[in-house]
């Protein structure tokens, strides 16, 4: 026990240093989402009172309160600020993912290293880094979906199963997507387990029924919600065409995921772990999608797959080498796992499938790329089983095992780019600096009515500063159209080398000489940063 | 546009918007206009129909000729470079003695759906004056960049060079040049999957990869019973010829009869539960059908992935070693505990 928690203490240690580098780019919240709710705490610790108000640029976020509650009142018991000090203490909380990533890791493979392989991957692993560095839903969603699912998978106990119920009542409120994704994963595990029961002949209804009102069901306790407060998005899903193709998917996995309750059979001689399998496709199928994606937009009027991105990809081959290699494992093994694994696979693919078959549009991105850590749980699992396999498998030499390690710490570290570099290696910029927040403070000091930047500043300024804010500067800048009905404009001169942000669109940049032609033609009110990033705050005059 | 309008020279004012489509795989031009201002520039006669109205579709004479439109008609055209589809109701029929009497002129809103082009621009704005000069002038004074050519003027280019090239796509269809916005969807999907047509079928070969696991899978299941068949067979001296010959005069009238009867029904499903369900697949609606030629085609491609997926599944049977495929279960290793294996 004292080991164990040495190792995870090692654990947090190591996922909280690599979740407070943000720290160093800006204190301010490193999202853009995080002002929203930054700014939905500061009005509830001033008033009080959980409000939504339909015509609030943030009512989105108002109606998932969740976090902002938490957030509040952790800032007012603490006395600290919900905007400055979010981006600081939220890693000390997200930092604990690698608690349930150590229990799944342990329990499948029935060894600490398994454990220890699992918490190092989501510690370090760059997706699911960022999302746990941000100060959003999600990241408060990722800690607490694997704890709902592993209690639901334990619900034998009723003390787990009641705090499971519990958790999936509050996720609602936290985050819709992680809500639906974890109530699929329940739902999986109902399937799995009951369908195991009908093999054995030991199916019964009152066990059915307790799974389901304990589990799926609760899925009609978020739909009242979402519907009484109308969520958006939520009619991207229950719209009657998008109904029929998500269920059309999700009858089609169920029907592949029943058989997986039993161990997939082996064959007189064959190998636990071969590379000639079908499990390789759809890794292959993903690399191929991304290459494609680099070269044409596969989701037309989103961004392509940057360049940056390929420098990552031969990490990721390697994990998904191990994915492979693990999932083969499981698969042709009895274990105490395979069920979670499956479950913890079947709901996310079922969004991304979805995402995919839906439209090759902003949308259809949004779904596959927000939907696809919520696989890194699993993944978790499954590289950790193939790690101790490895382990084993190079015997006791010393070499070979601190070779193993450091190879493995080397190809995590090798990912986080995609955290700490987005800009480069996903065309979007998550930090929010201090000059560009003390430009748009001053905007209200001008008296600015009306403002116009780019997607990103534009965010900021409508959901923390409530201005009135238009995100097609960029845009009309290269197209030389006017801005009329716009007083103040902040510009950033890296718009001419890197581009302007216009999420999920491709970066706009524009001629250095259009950036120069509008400041000359406008007045120059505030510049902060040094030259060739500087940011201004223009007053348009034409 | 305003400015020209209220010009006293400017007898009429006719903006316009091109746009390349297609009706019956035959290629059509469909060009926004201001009817009145088009149909009196162009000396053009109604025929059928009203002539304006907030939304209106009107064919040329020769147009509605080719492809037998009709007031009241409904047409489906695709985007021009914008991936995008619209319905379009004939809301009346014109004759003019020059190329329009070949295209189909629609309101400003659905010229500029169709060809990504923002508002406030236009292709083109042709103008009916009997004083060119004060036209010159008016563009000159207006710092506009343009060419000028046409009856009764010198051809000249006012604030800009001669142009480089003359075709008639690069003079009026370009984007991102000119003050035209640039359409990323435009942009994005001509280099990706632009044609209806692309998208149709990759979603029939999704269709397709689906049902063929789905075919597999219960073939699978069902053969999975016959492979100690199979054994014995081969050991009362059946040759592999001889079993796929077998095999096939099986499964050729089941496939036959399961491709019709899905078929069939999944028809009468659809029907059933349209308008009110649709199937939309890649932000695609996939209409349900009964047509013979369509129908005979998935008839046959069920039976191909039958027979194939029987083929398969035979061919591993037959890699099997004899006895293996007589006795009721195949030789597999007991399944092994995880954590014995990884403990070692």
Redesign the interface.
Known sequence: MRTDGAVVAALLCIALAARLVPLTFSPLPFSIDGFALARISTDMAAHGVWRIDPADVNSYNQKLPGFSLLWAAAAQVGGISPLLHVQLLLPMITCFTVLPAYLLGAR????RL?GFAAGLFVALFGSFLLLTSAAAKESIGLLVFPVAVLLFHERKDPRKRALAVLLLLFLPFLHSLTTFLTLGMVAALVVLTQRRALTRGRFSWRAFALDVVTGPALALGAWAYYVSVDLPFLSDILA???L??FL?VVV?LTALMAPMVR?V????G?R?VSPATKVILPPVVGFVLLAGNAA???F??AGRTESAFFLVVPSIVLFAAFAVGGFQ??R????RTSDLVVAMFVAPVALILFG??????PG?LLLVYRAFDFLDYALAILIA?AF??GW?TIGPSRPSRAGLVAGFLVALLATTPMAWNTPAVFGVQNVTTSEEFRALALLGSLGARNMTTDQRLADVARMWFGYSANADLP?KL????SLAGADYAVVLERWATVGAQVHP??NIVLAAGVLAAFLAANRVVYTAGPPGNRILVVQVLT | MSNLTASSWARTVSPEILGLTTLEEEPVVVRAVDPDAFLRLENAVPLTGSMGGSEFALAGENLALRFGLATGDTVTVAGAYAPRLAFLRITGTFRTESAANDELLVDFGMGRFLTGIGPLNYHSIRVRTSDPAALVRFLDGFQASVHVTGPGLVRMDIHSDPPSDERLANAILRTGLGGAPRDYLATAVGEATTSVRVVAYGIAVLLGILVAFGVHAVQARSFADRISTVGILRAVGASNGWMRRRLLIETMPFSLLAGFTGGILGFFAGRFLQPEVNLVVFGHQVPISLDVVTFALILSVIVAISIGSAFVLLRGTLRLRPTESIRETIAVEPPRSLEAILRG
Do not use: I
């Open positions: 499948a493979t029935g060894r398994g009657p065409e998008a029929v193709l059309a089609l161990p059979p082996r064959r007189m064959r636990l044409t937009n596969l037309v009027g494992l499981v042709r093994t009895v274990n995919f078959f839906r439209g090759l549009d259809g089983v101790v396999a084993r845009r290269r197209d030389n159209e669109s491709p």
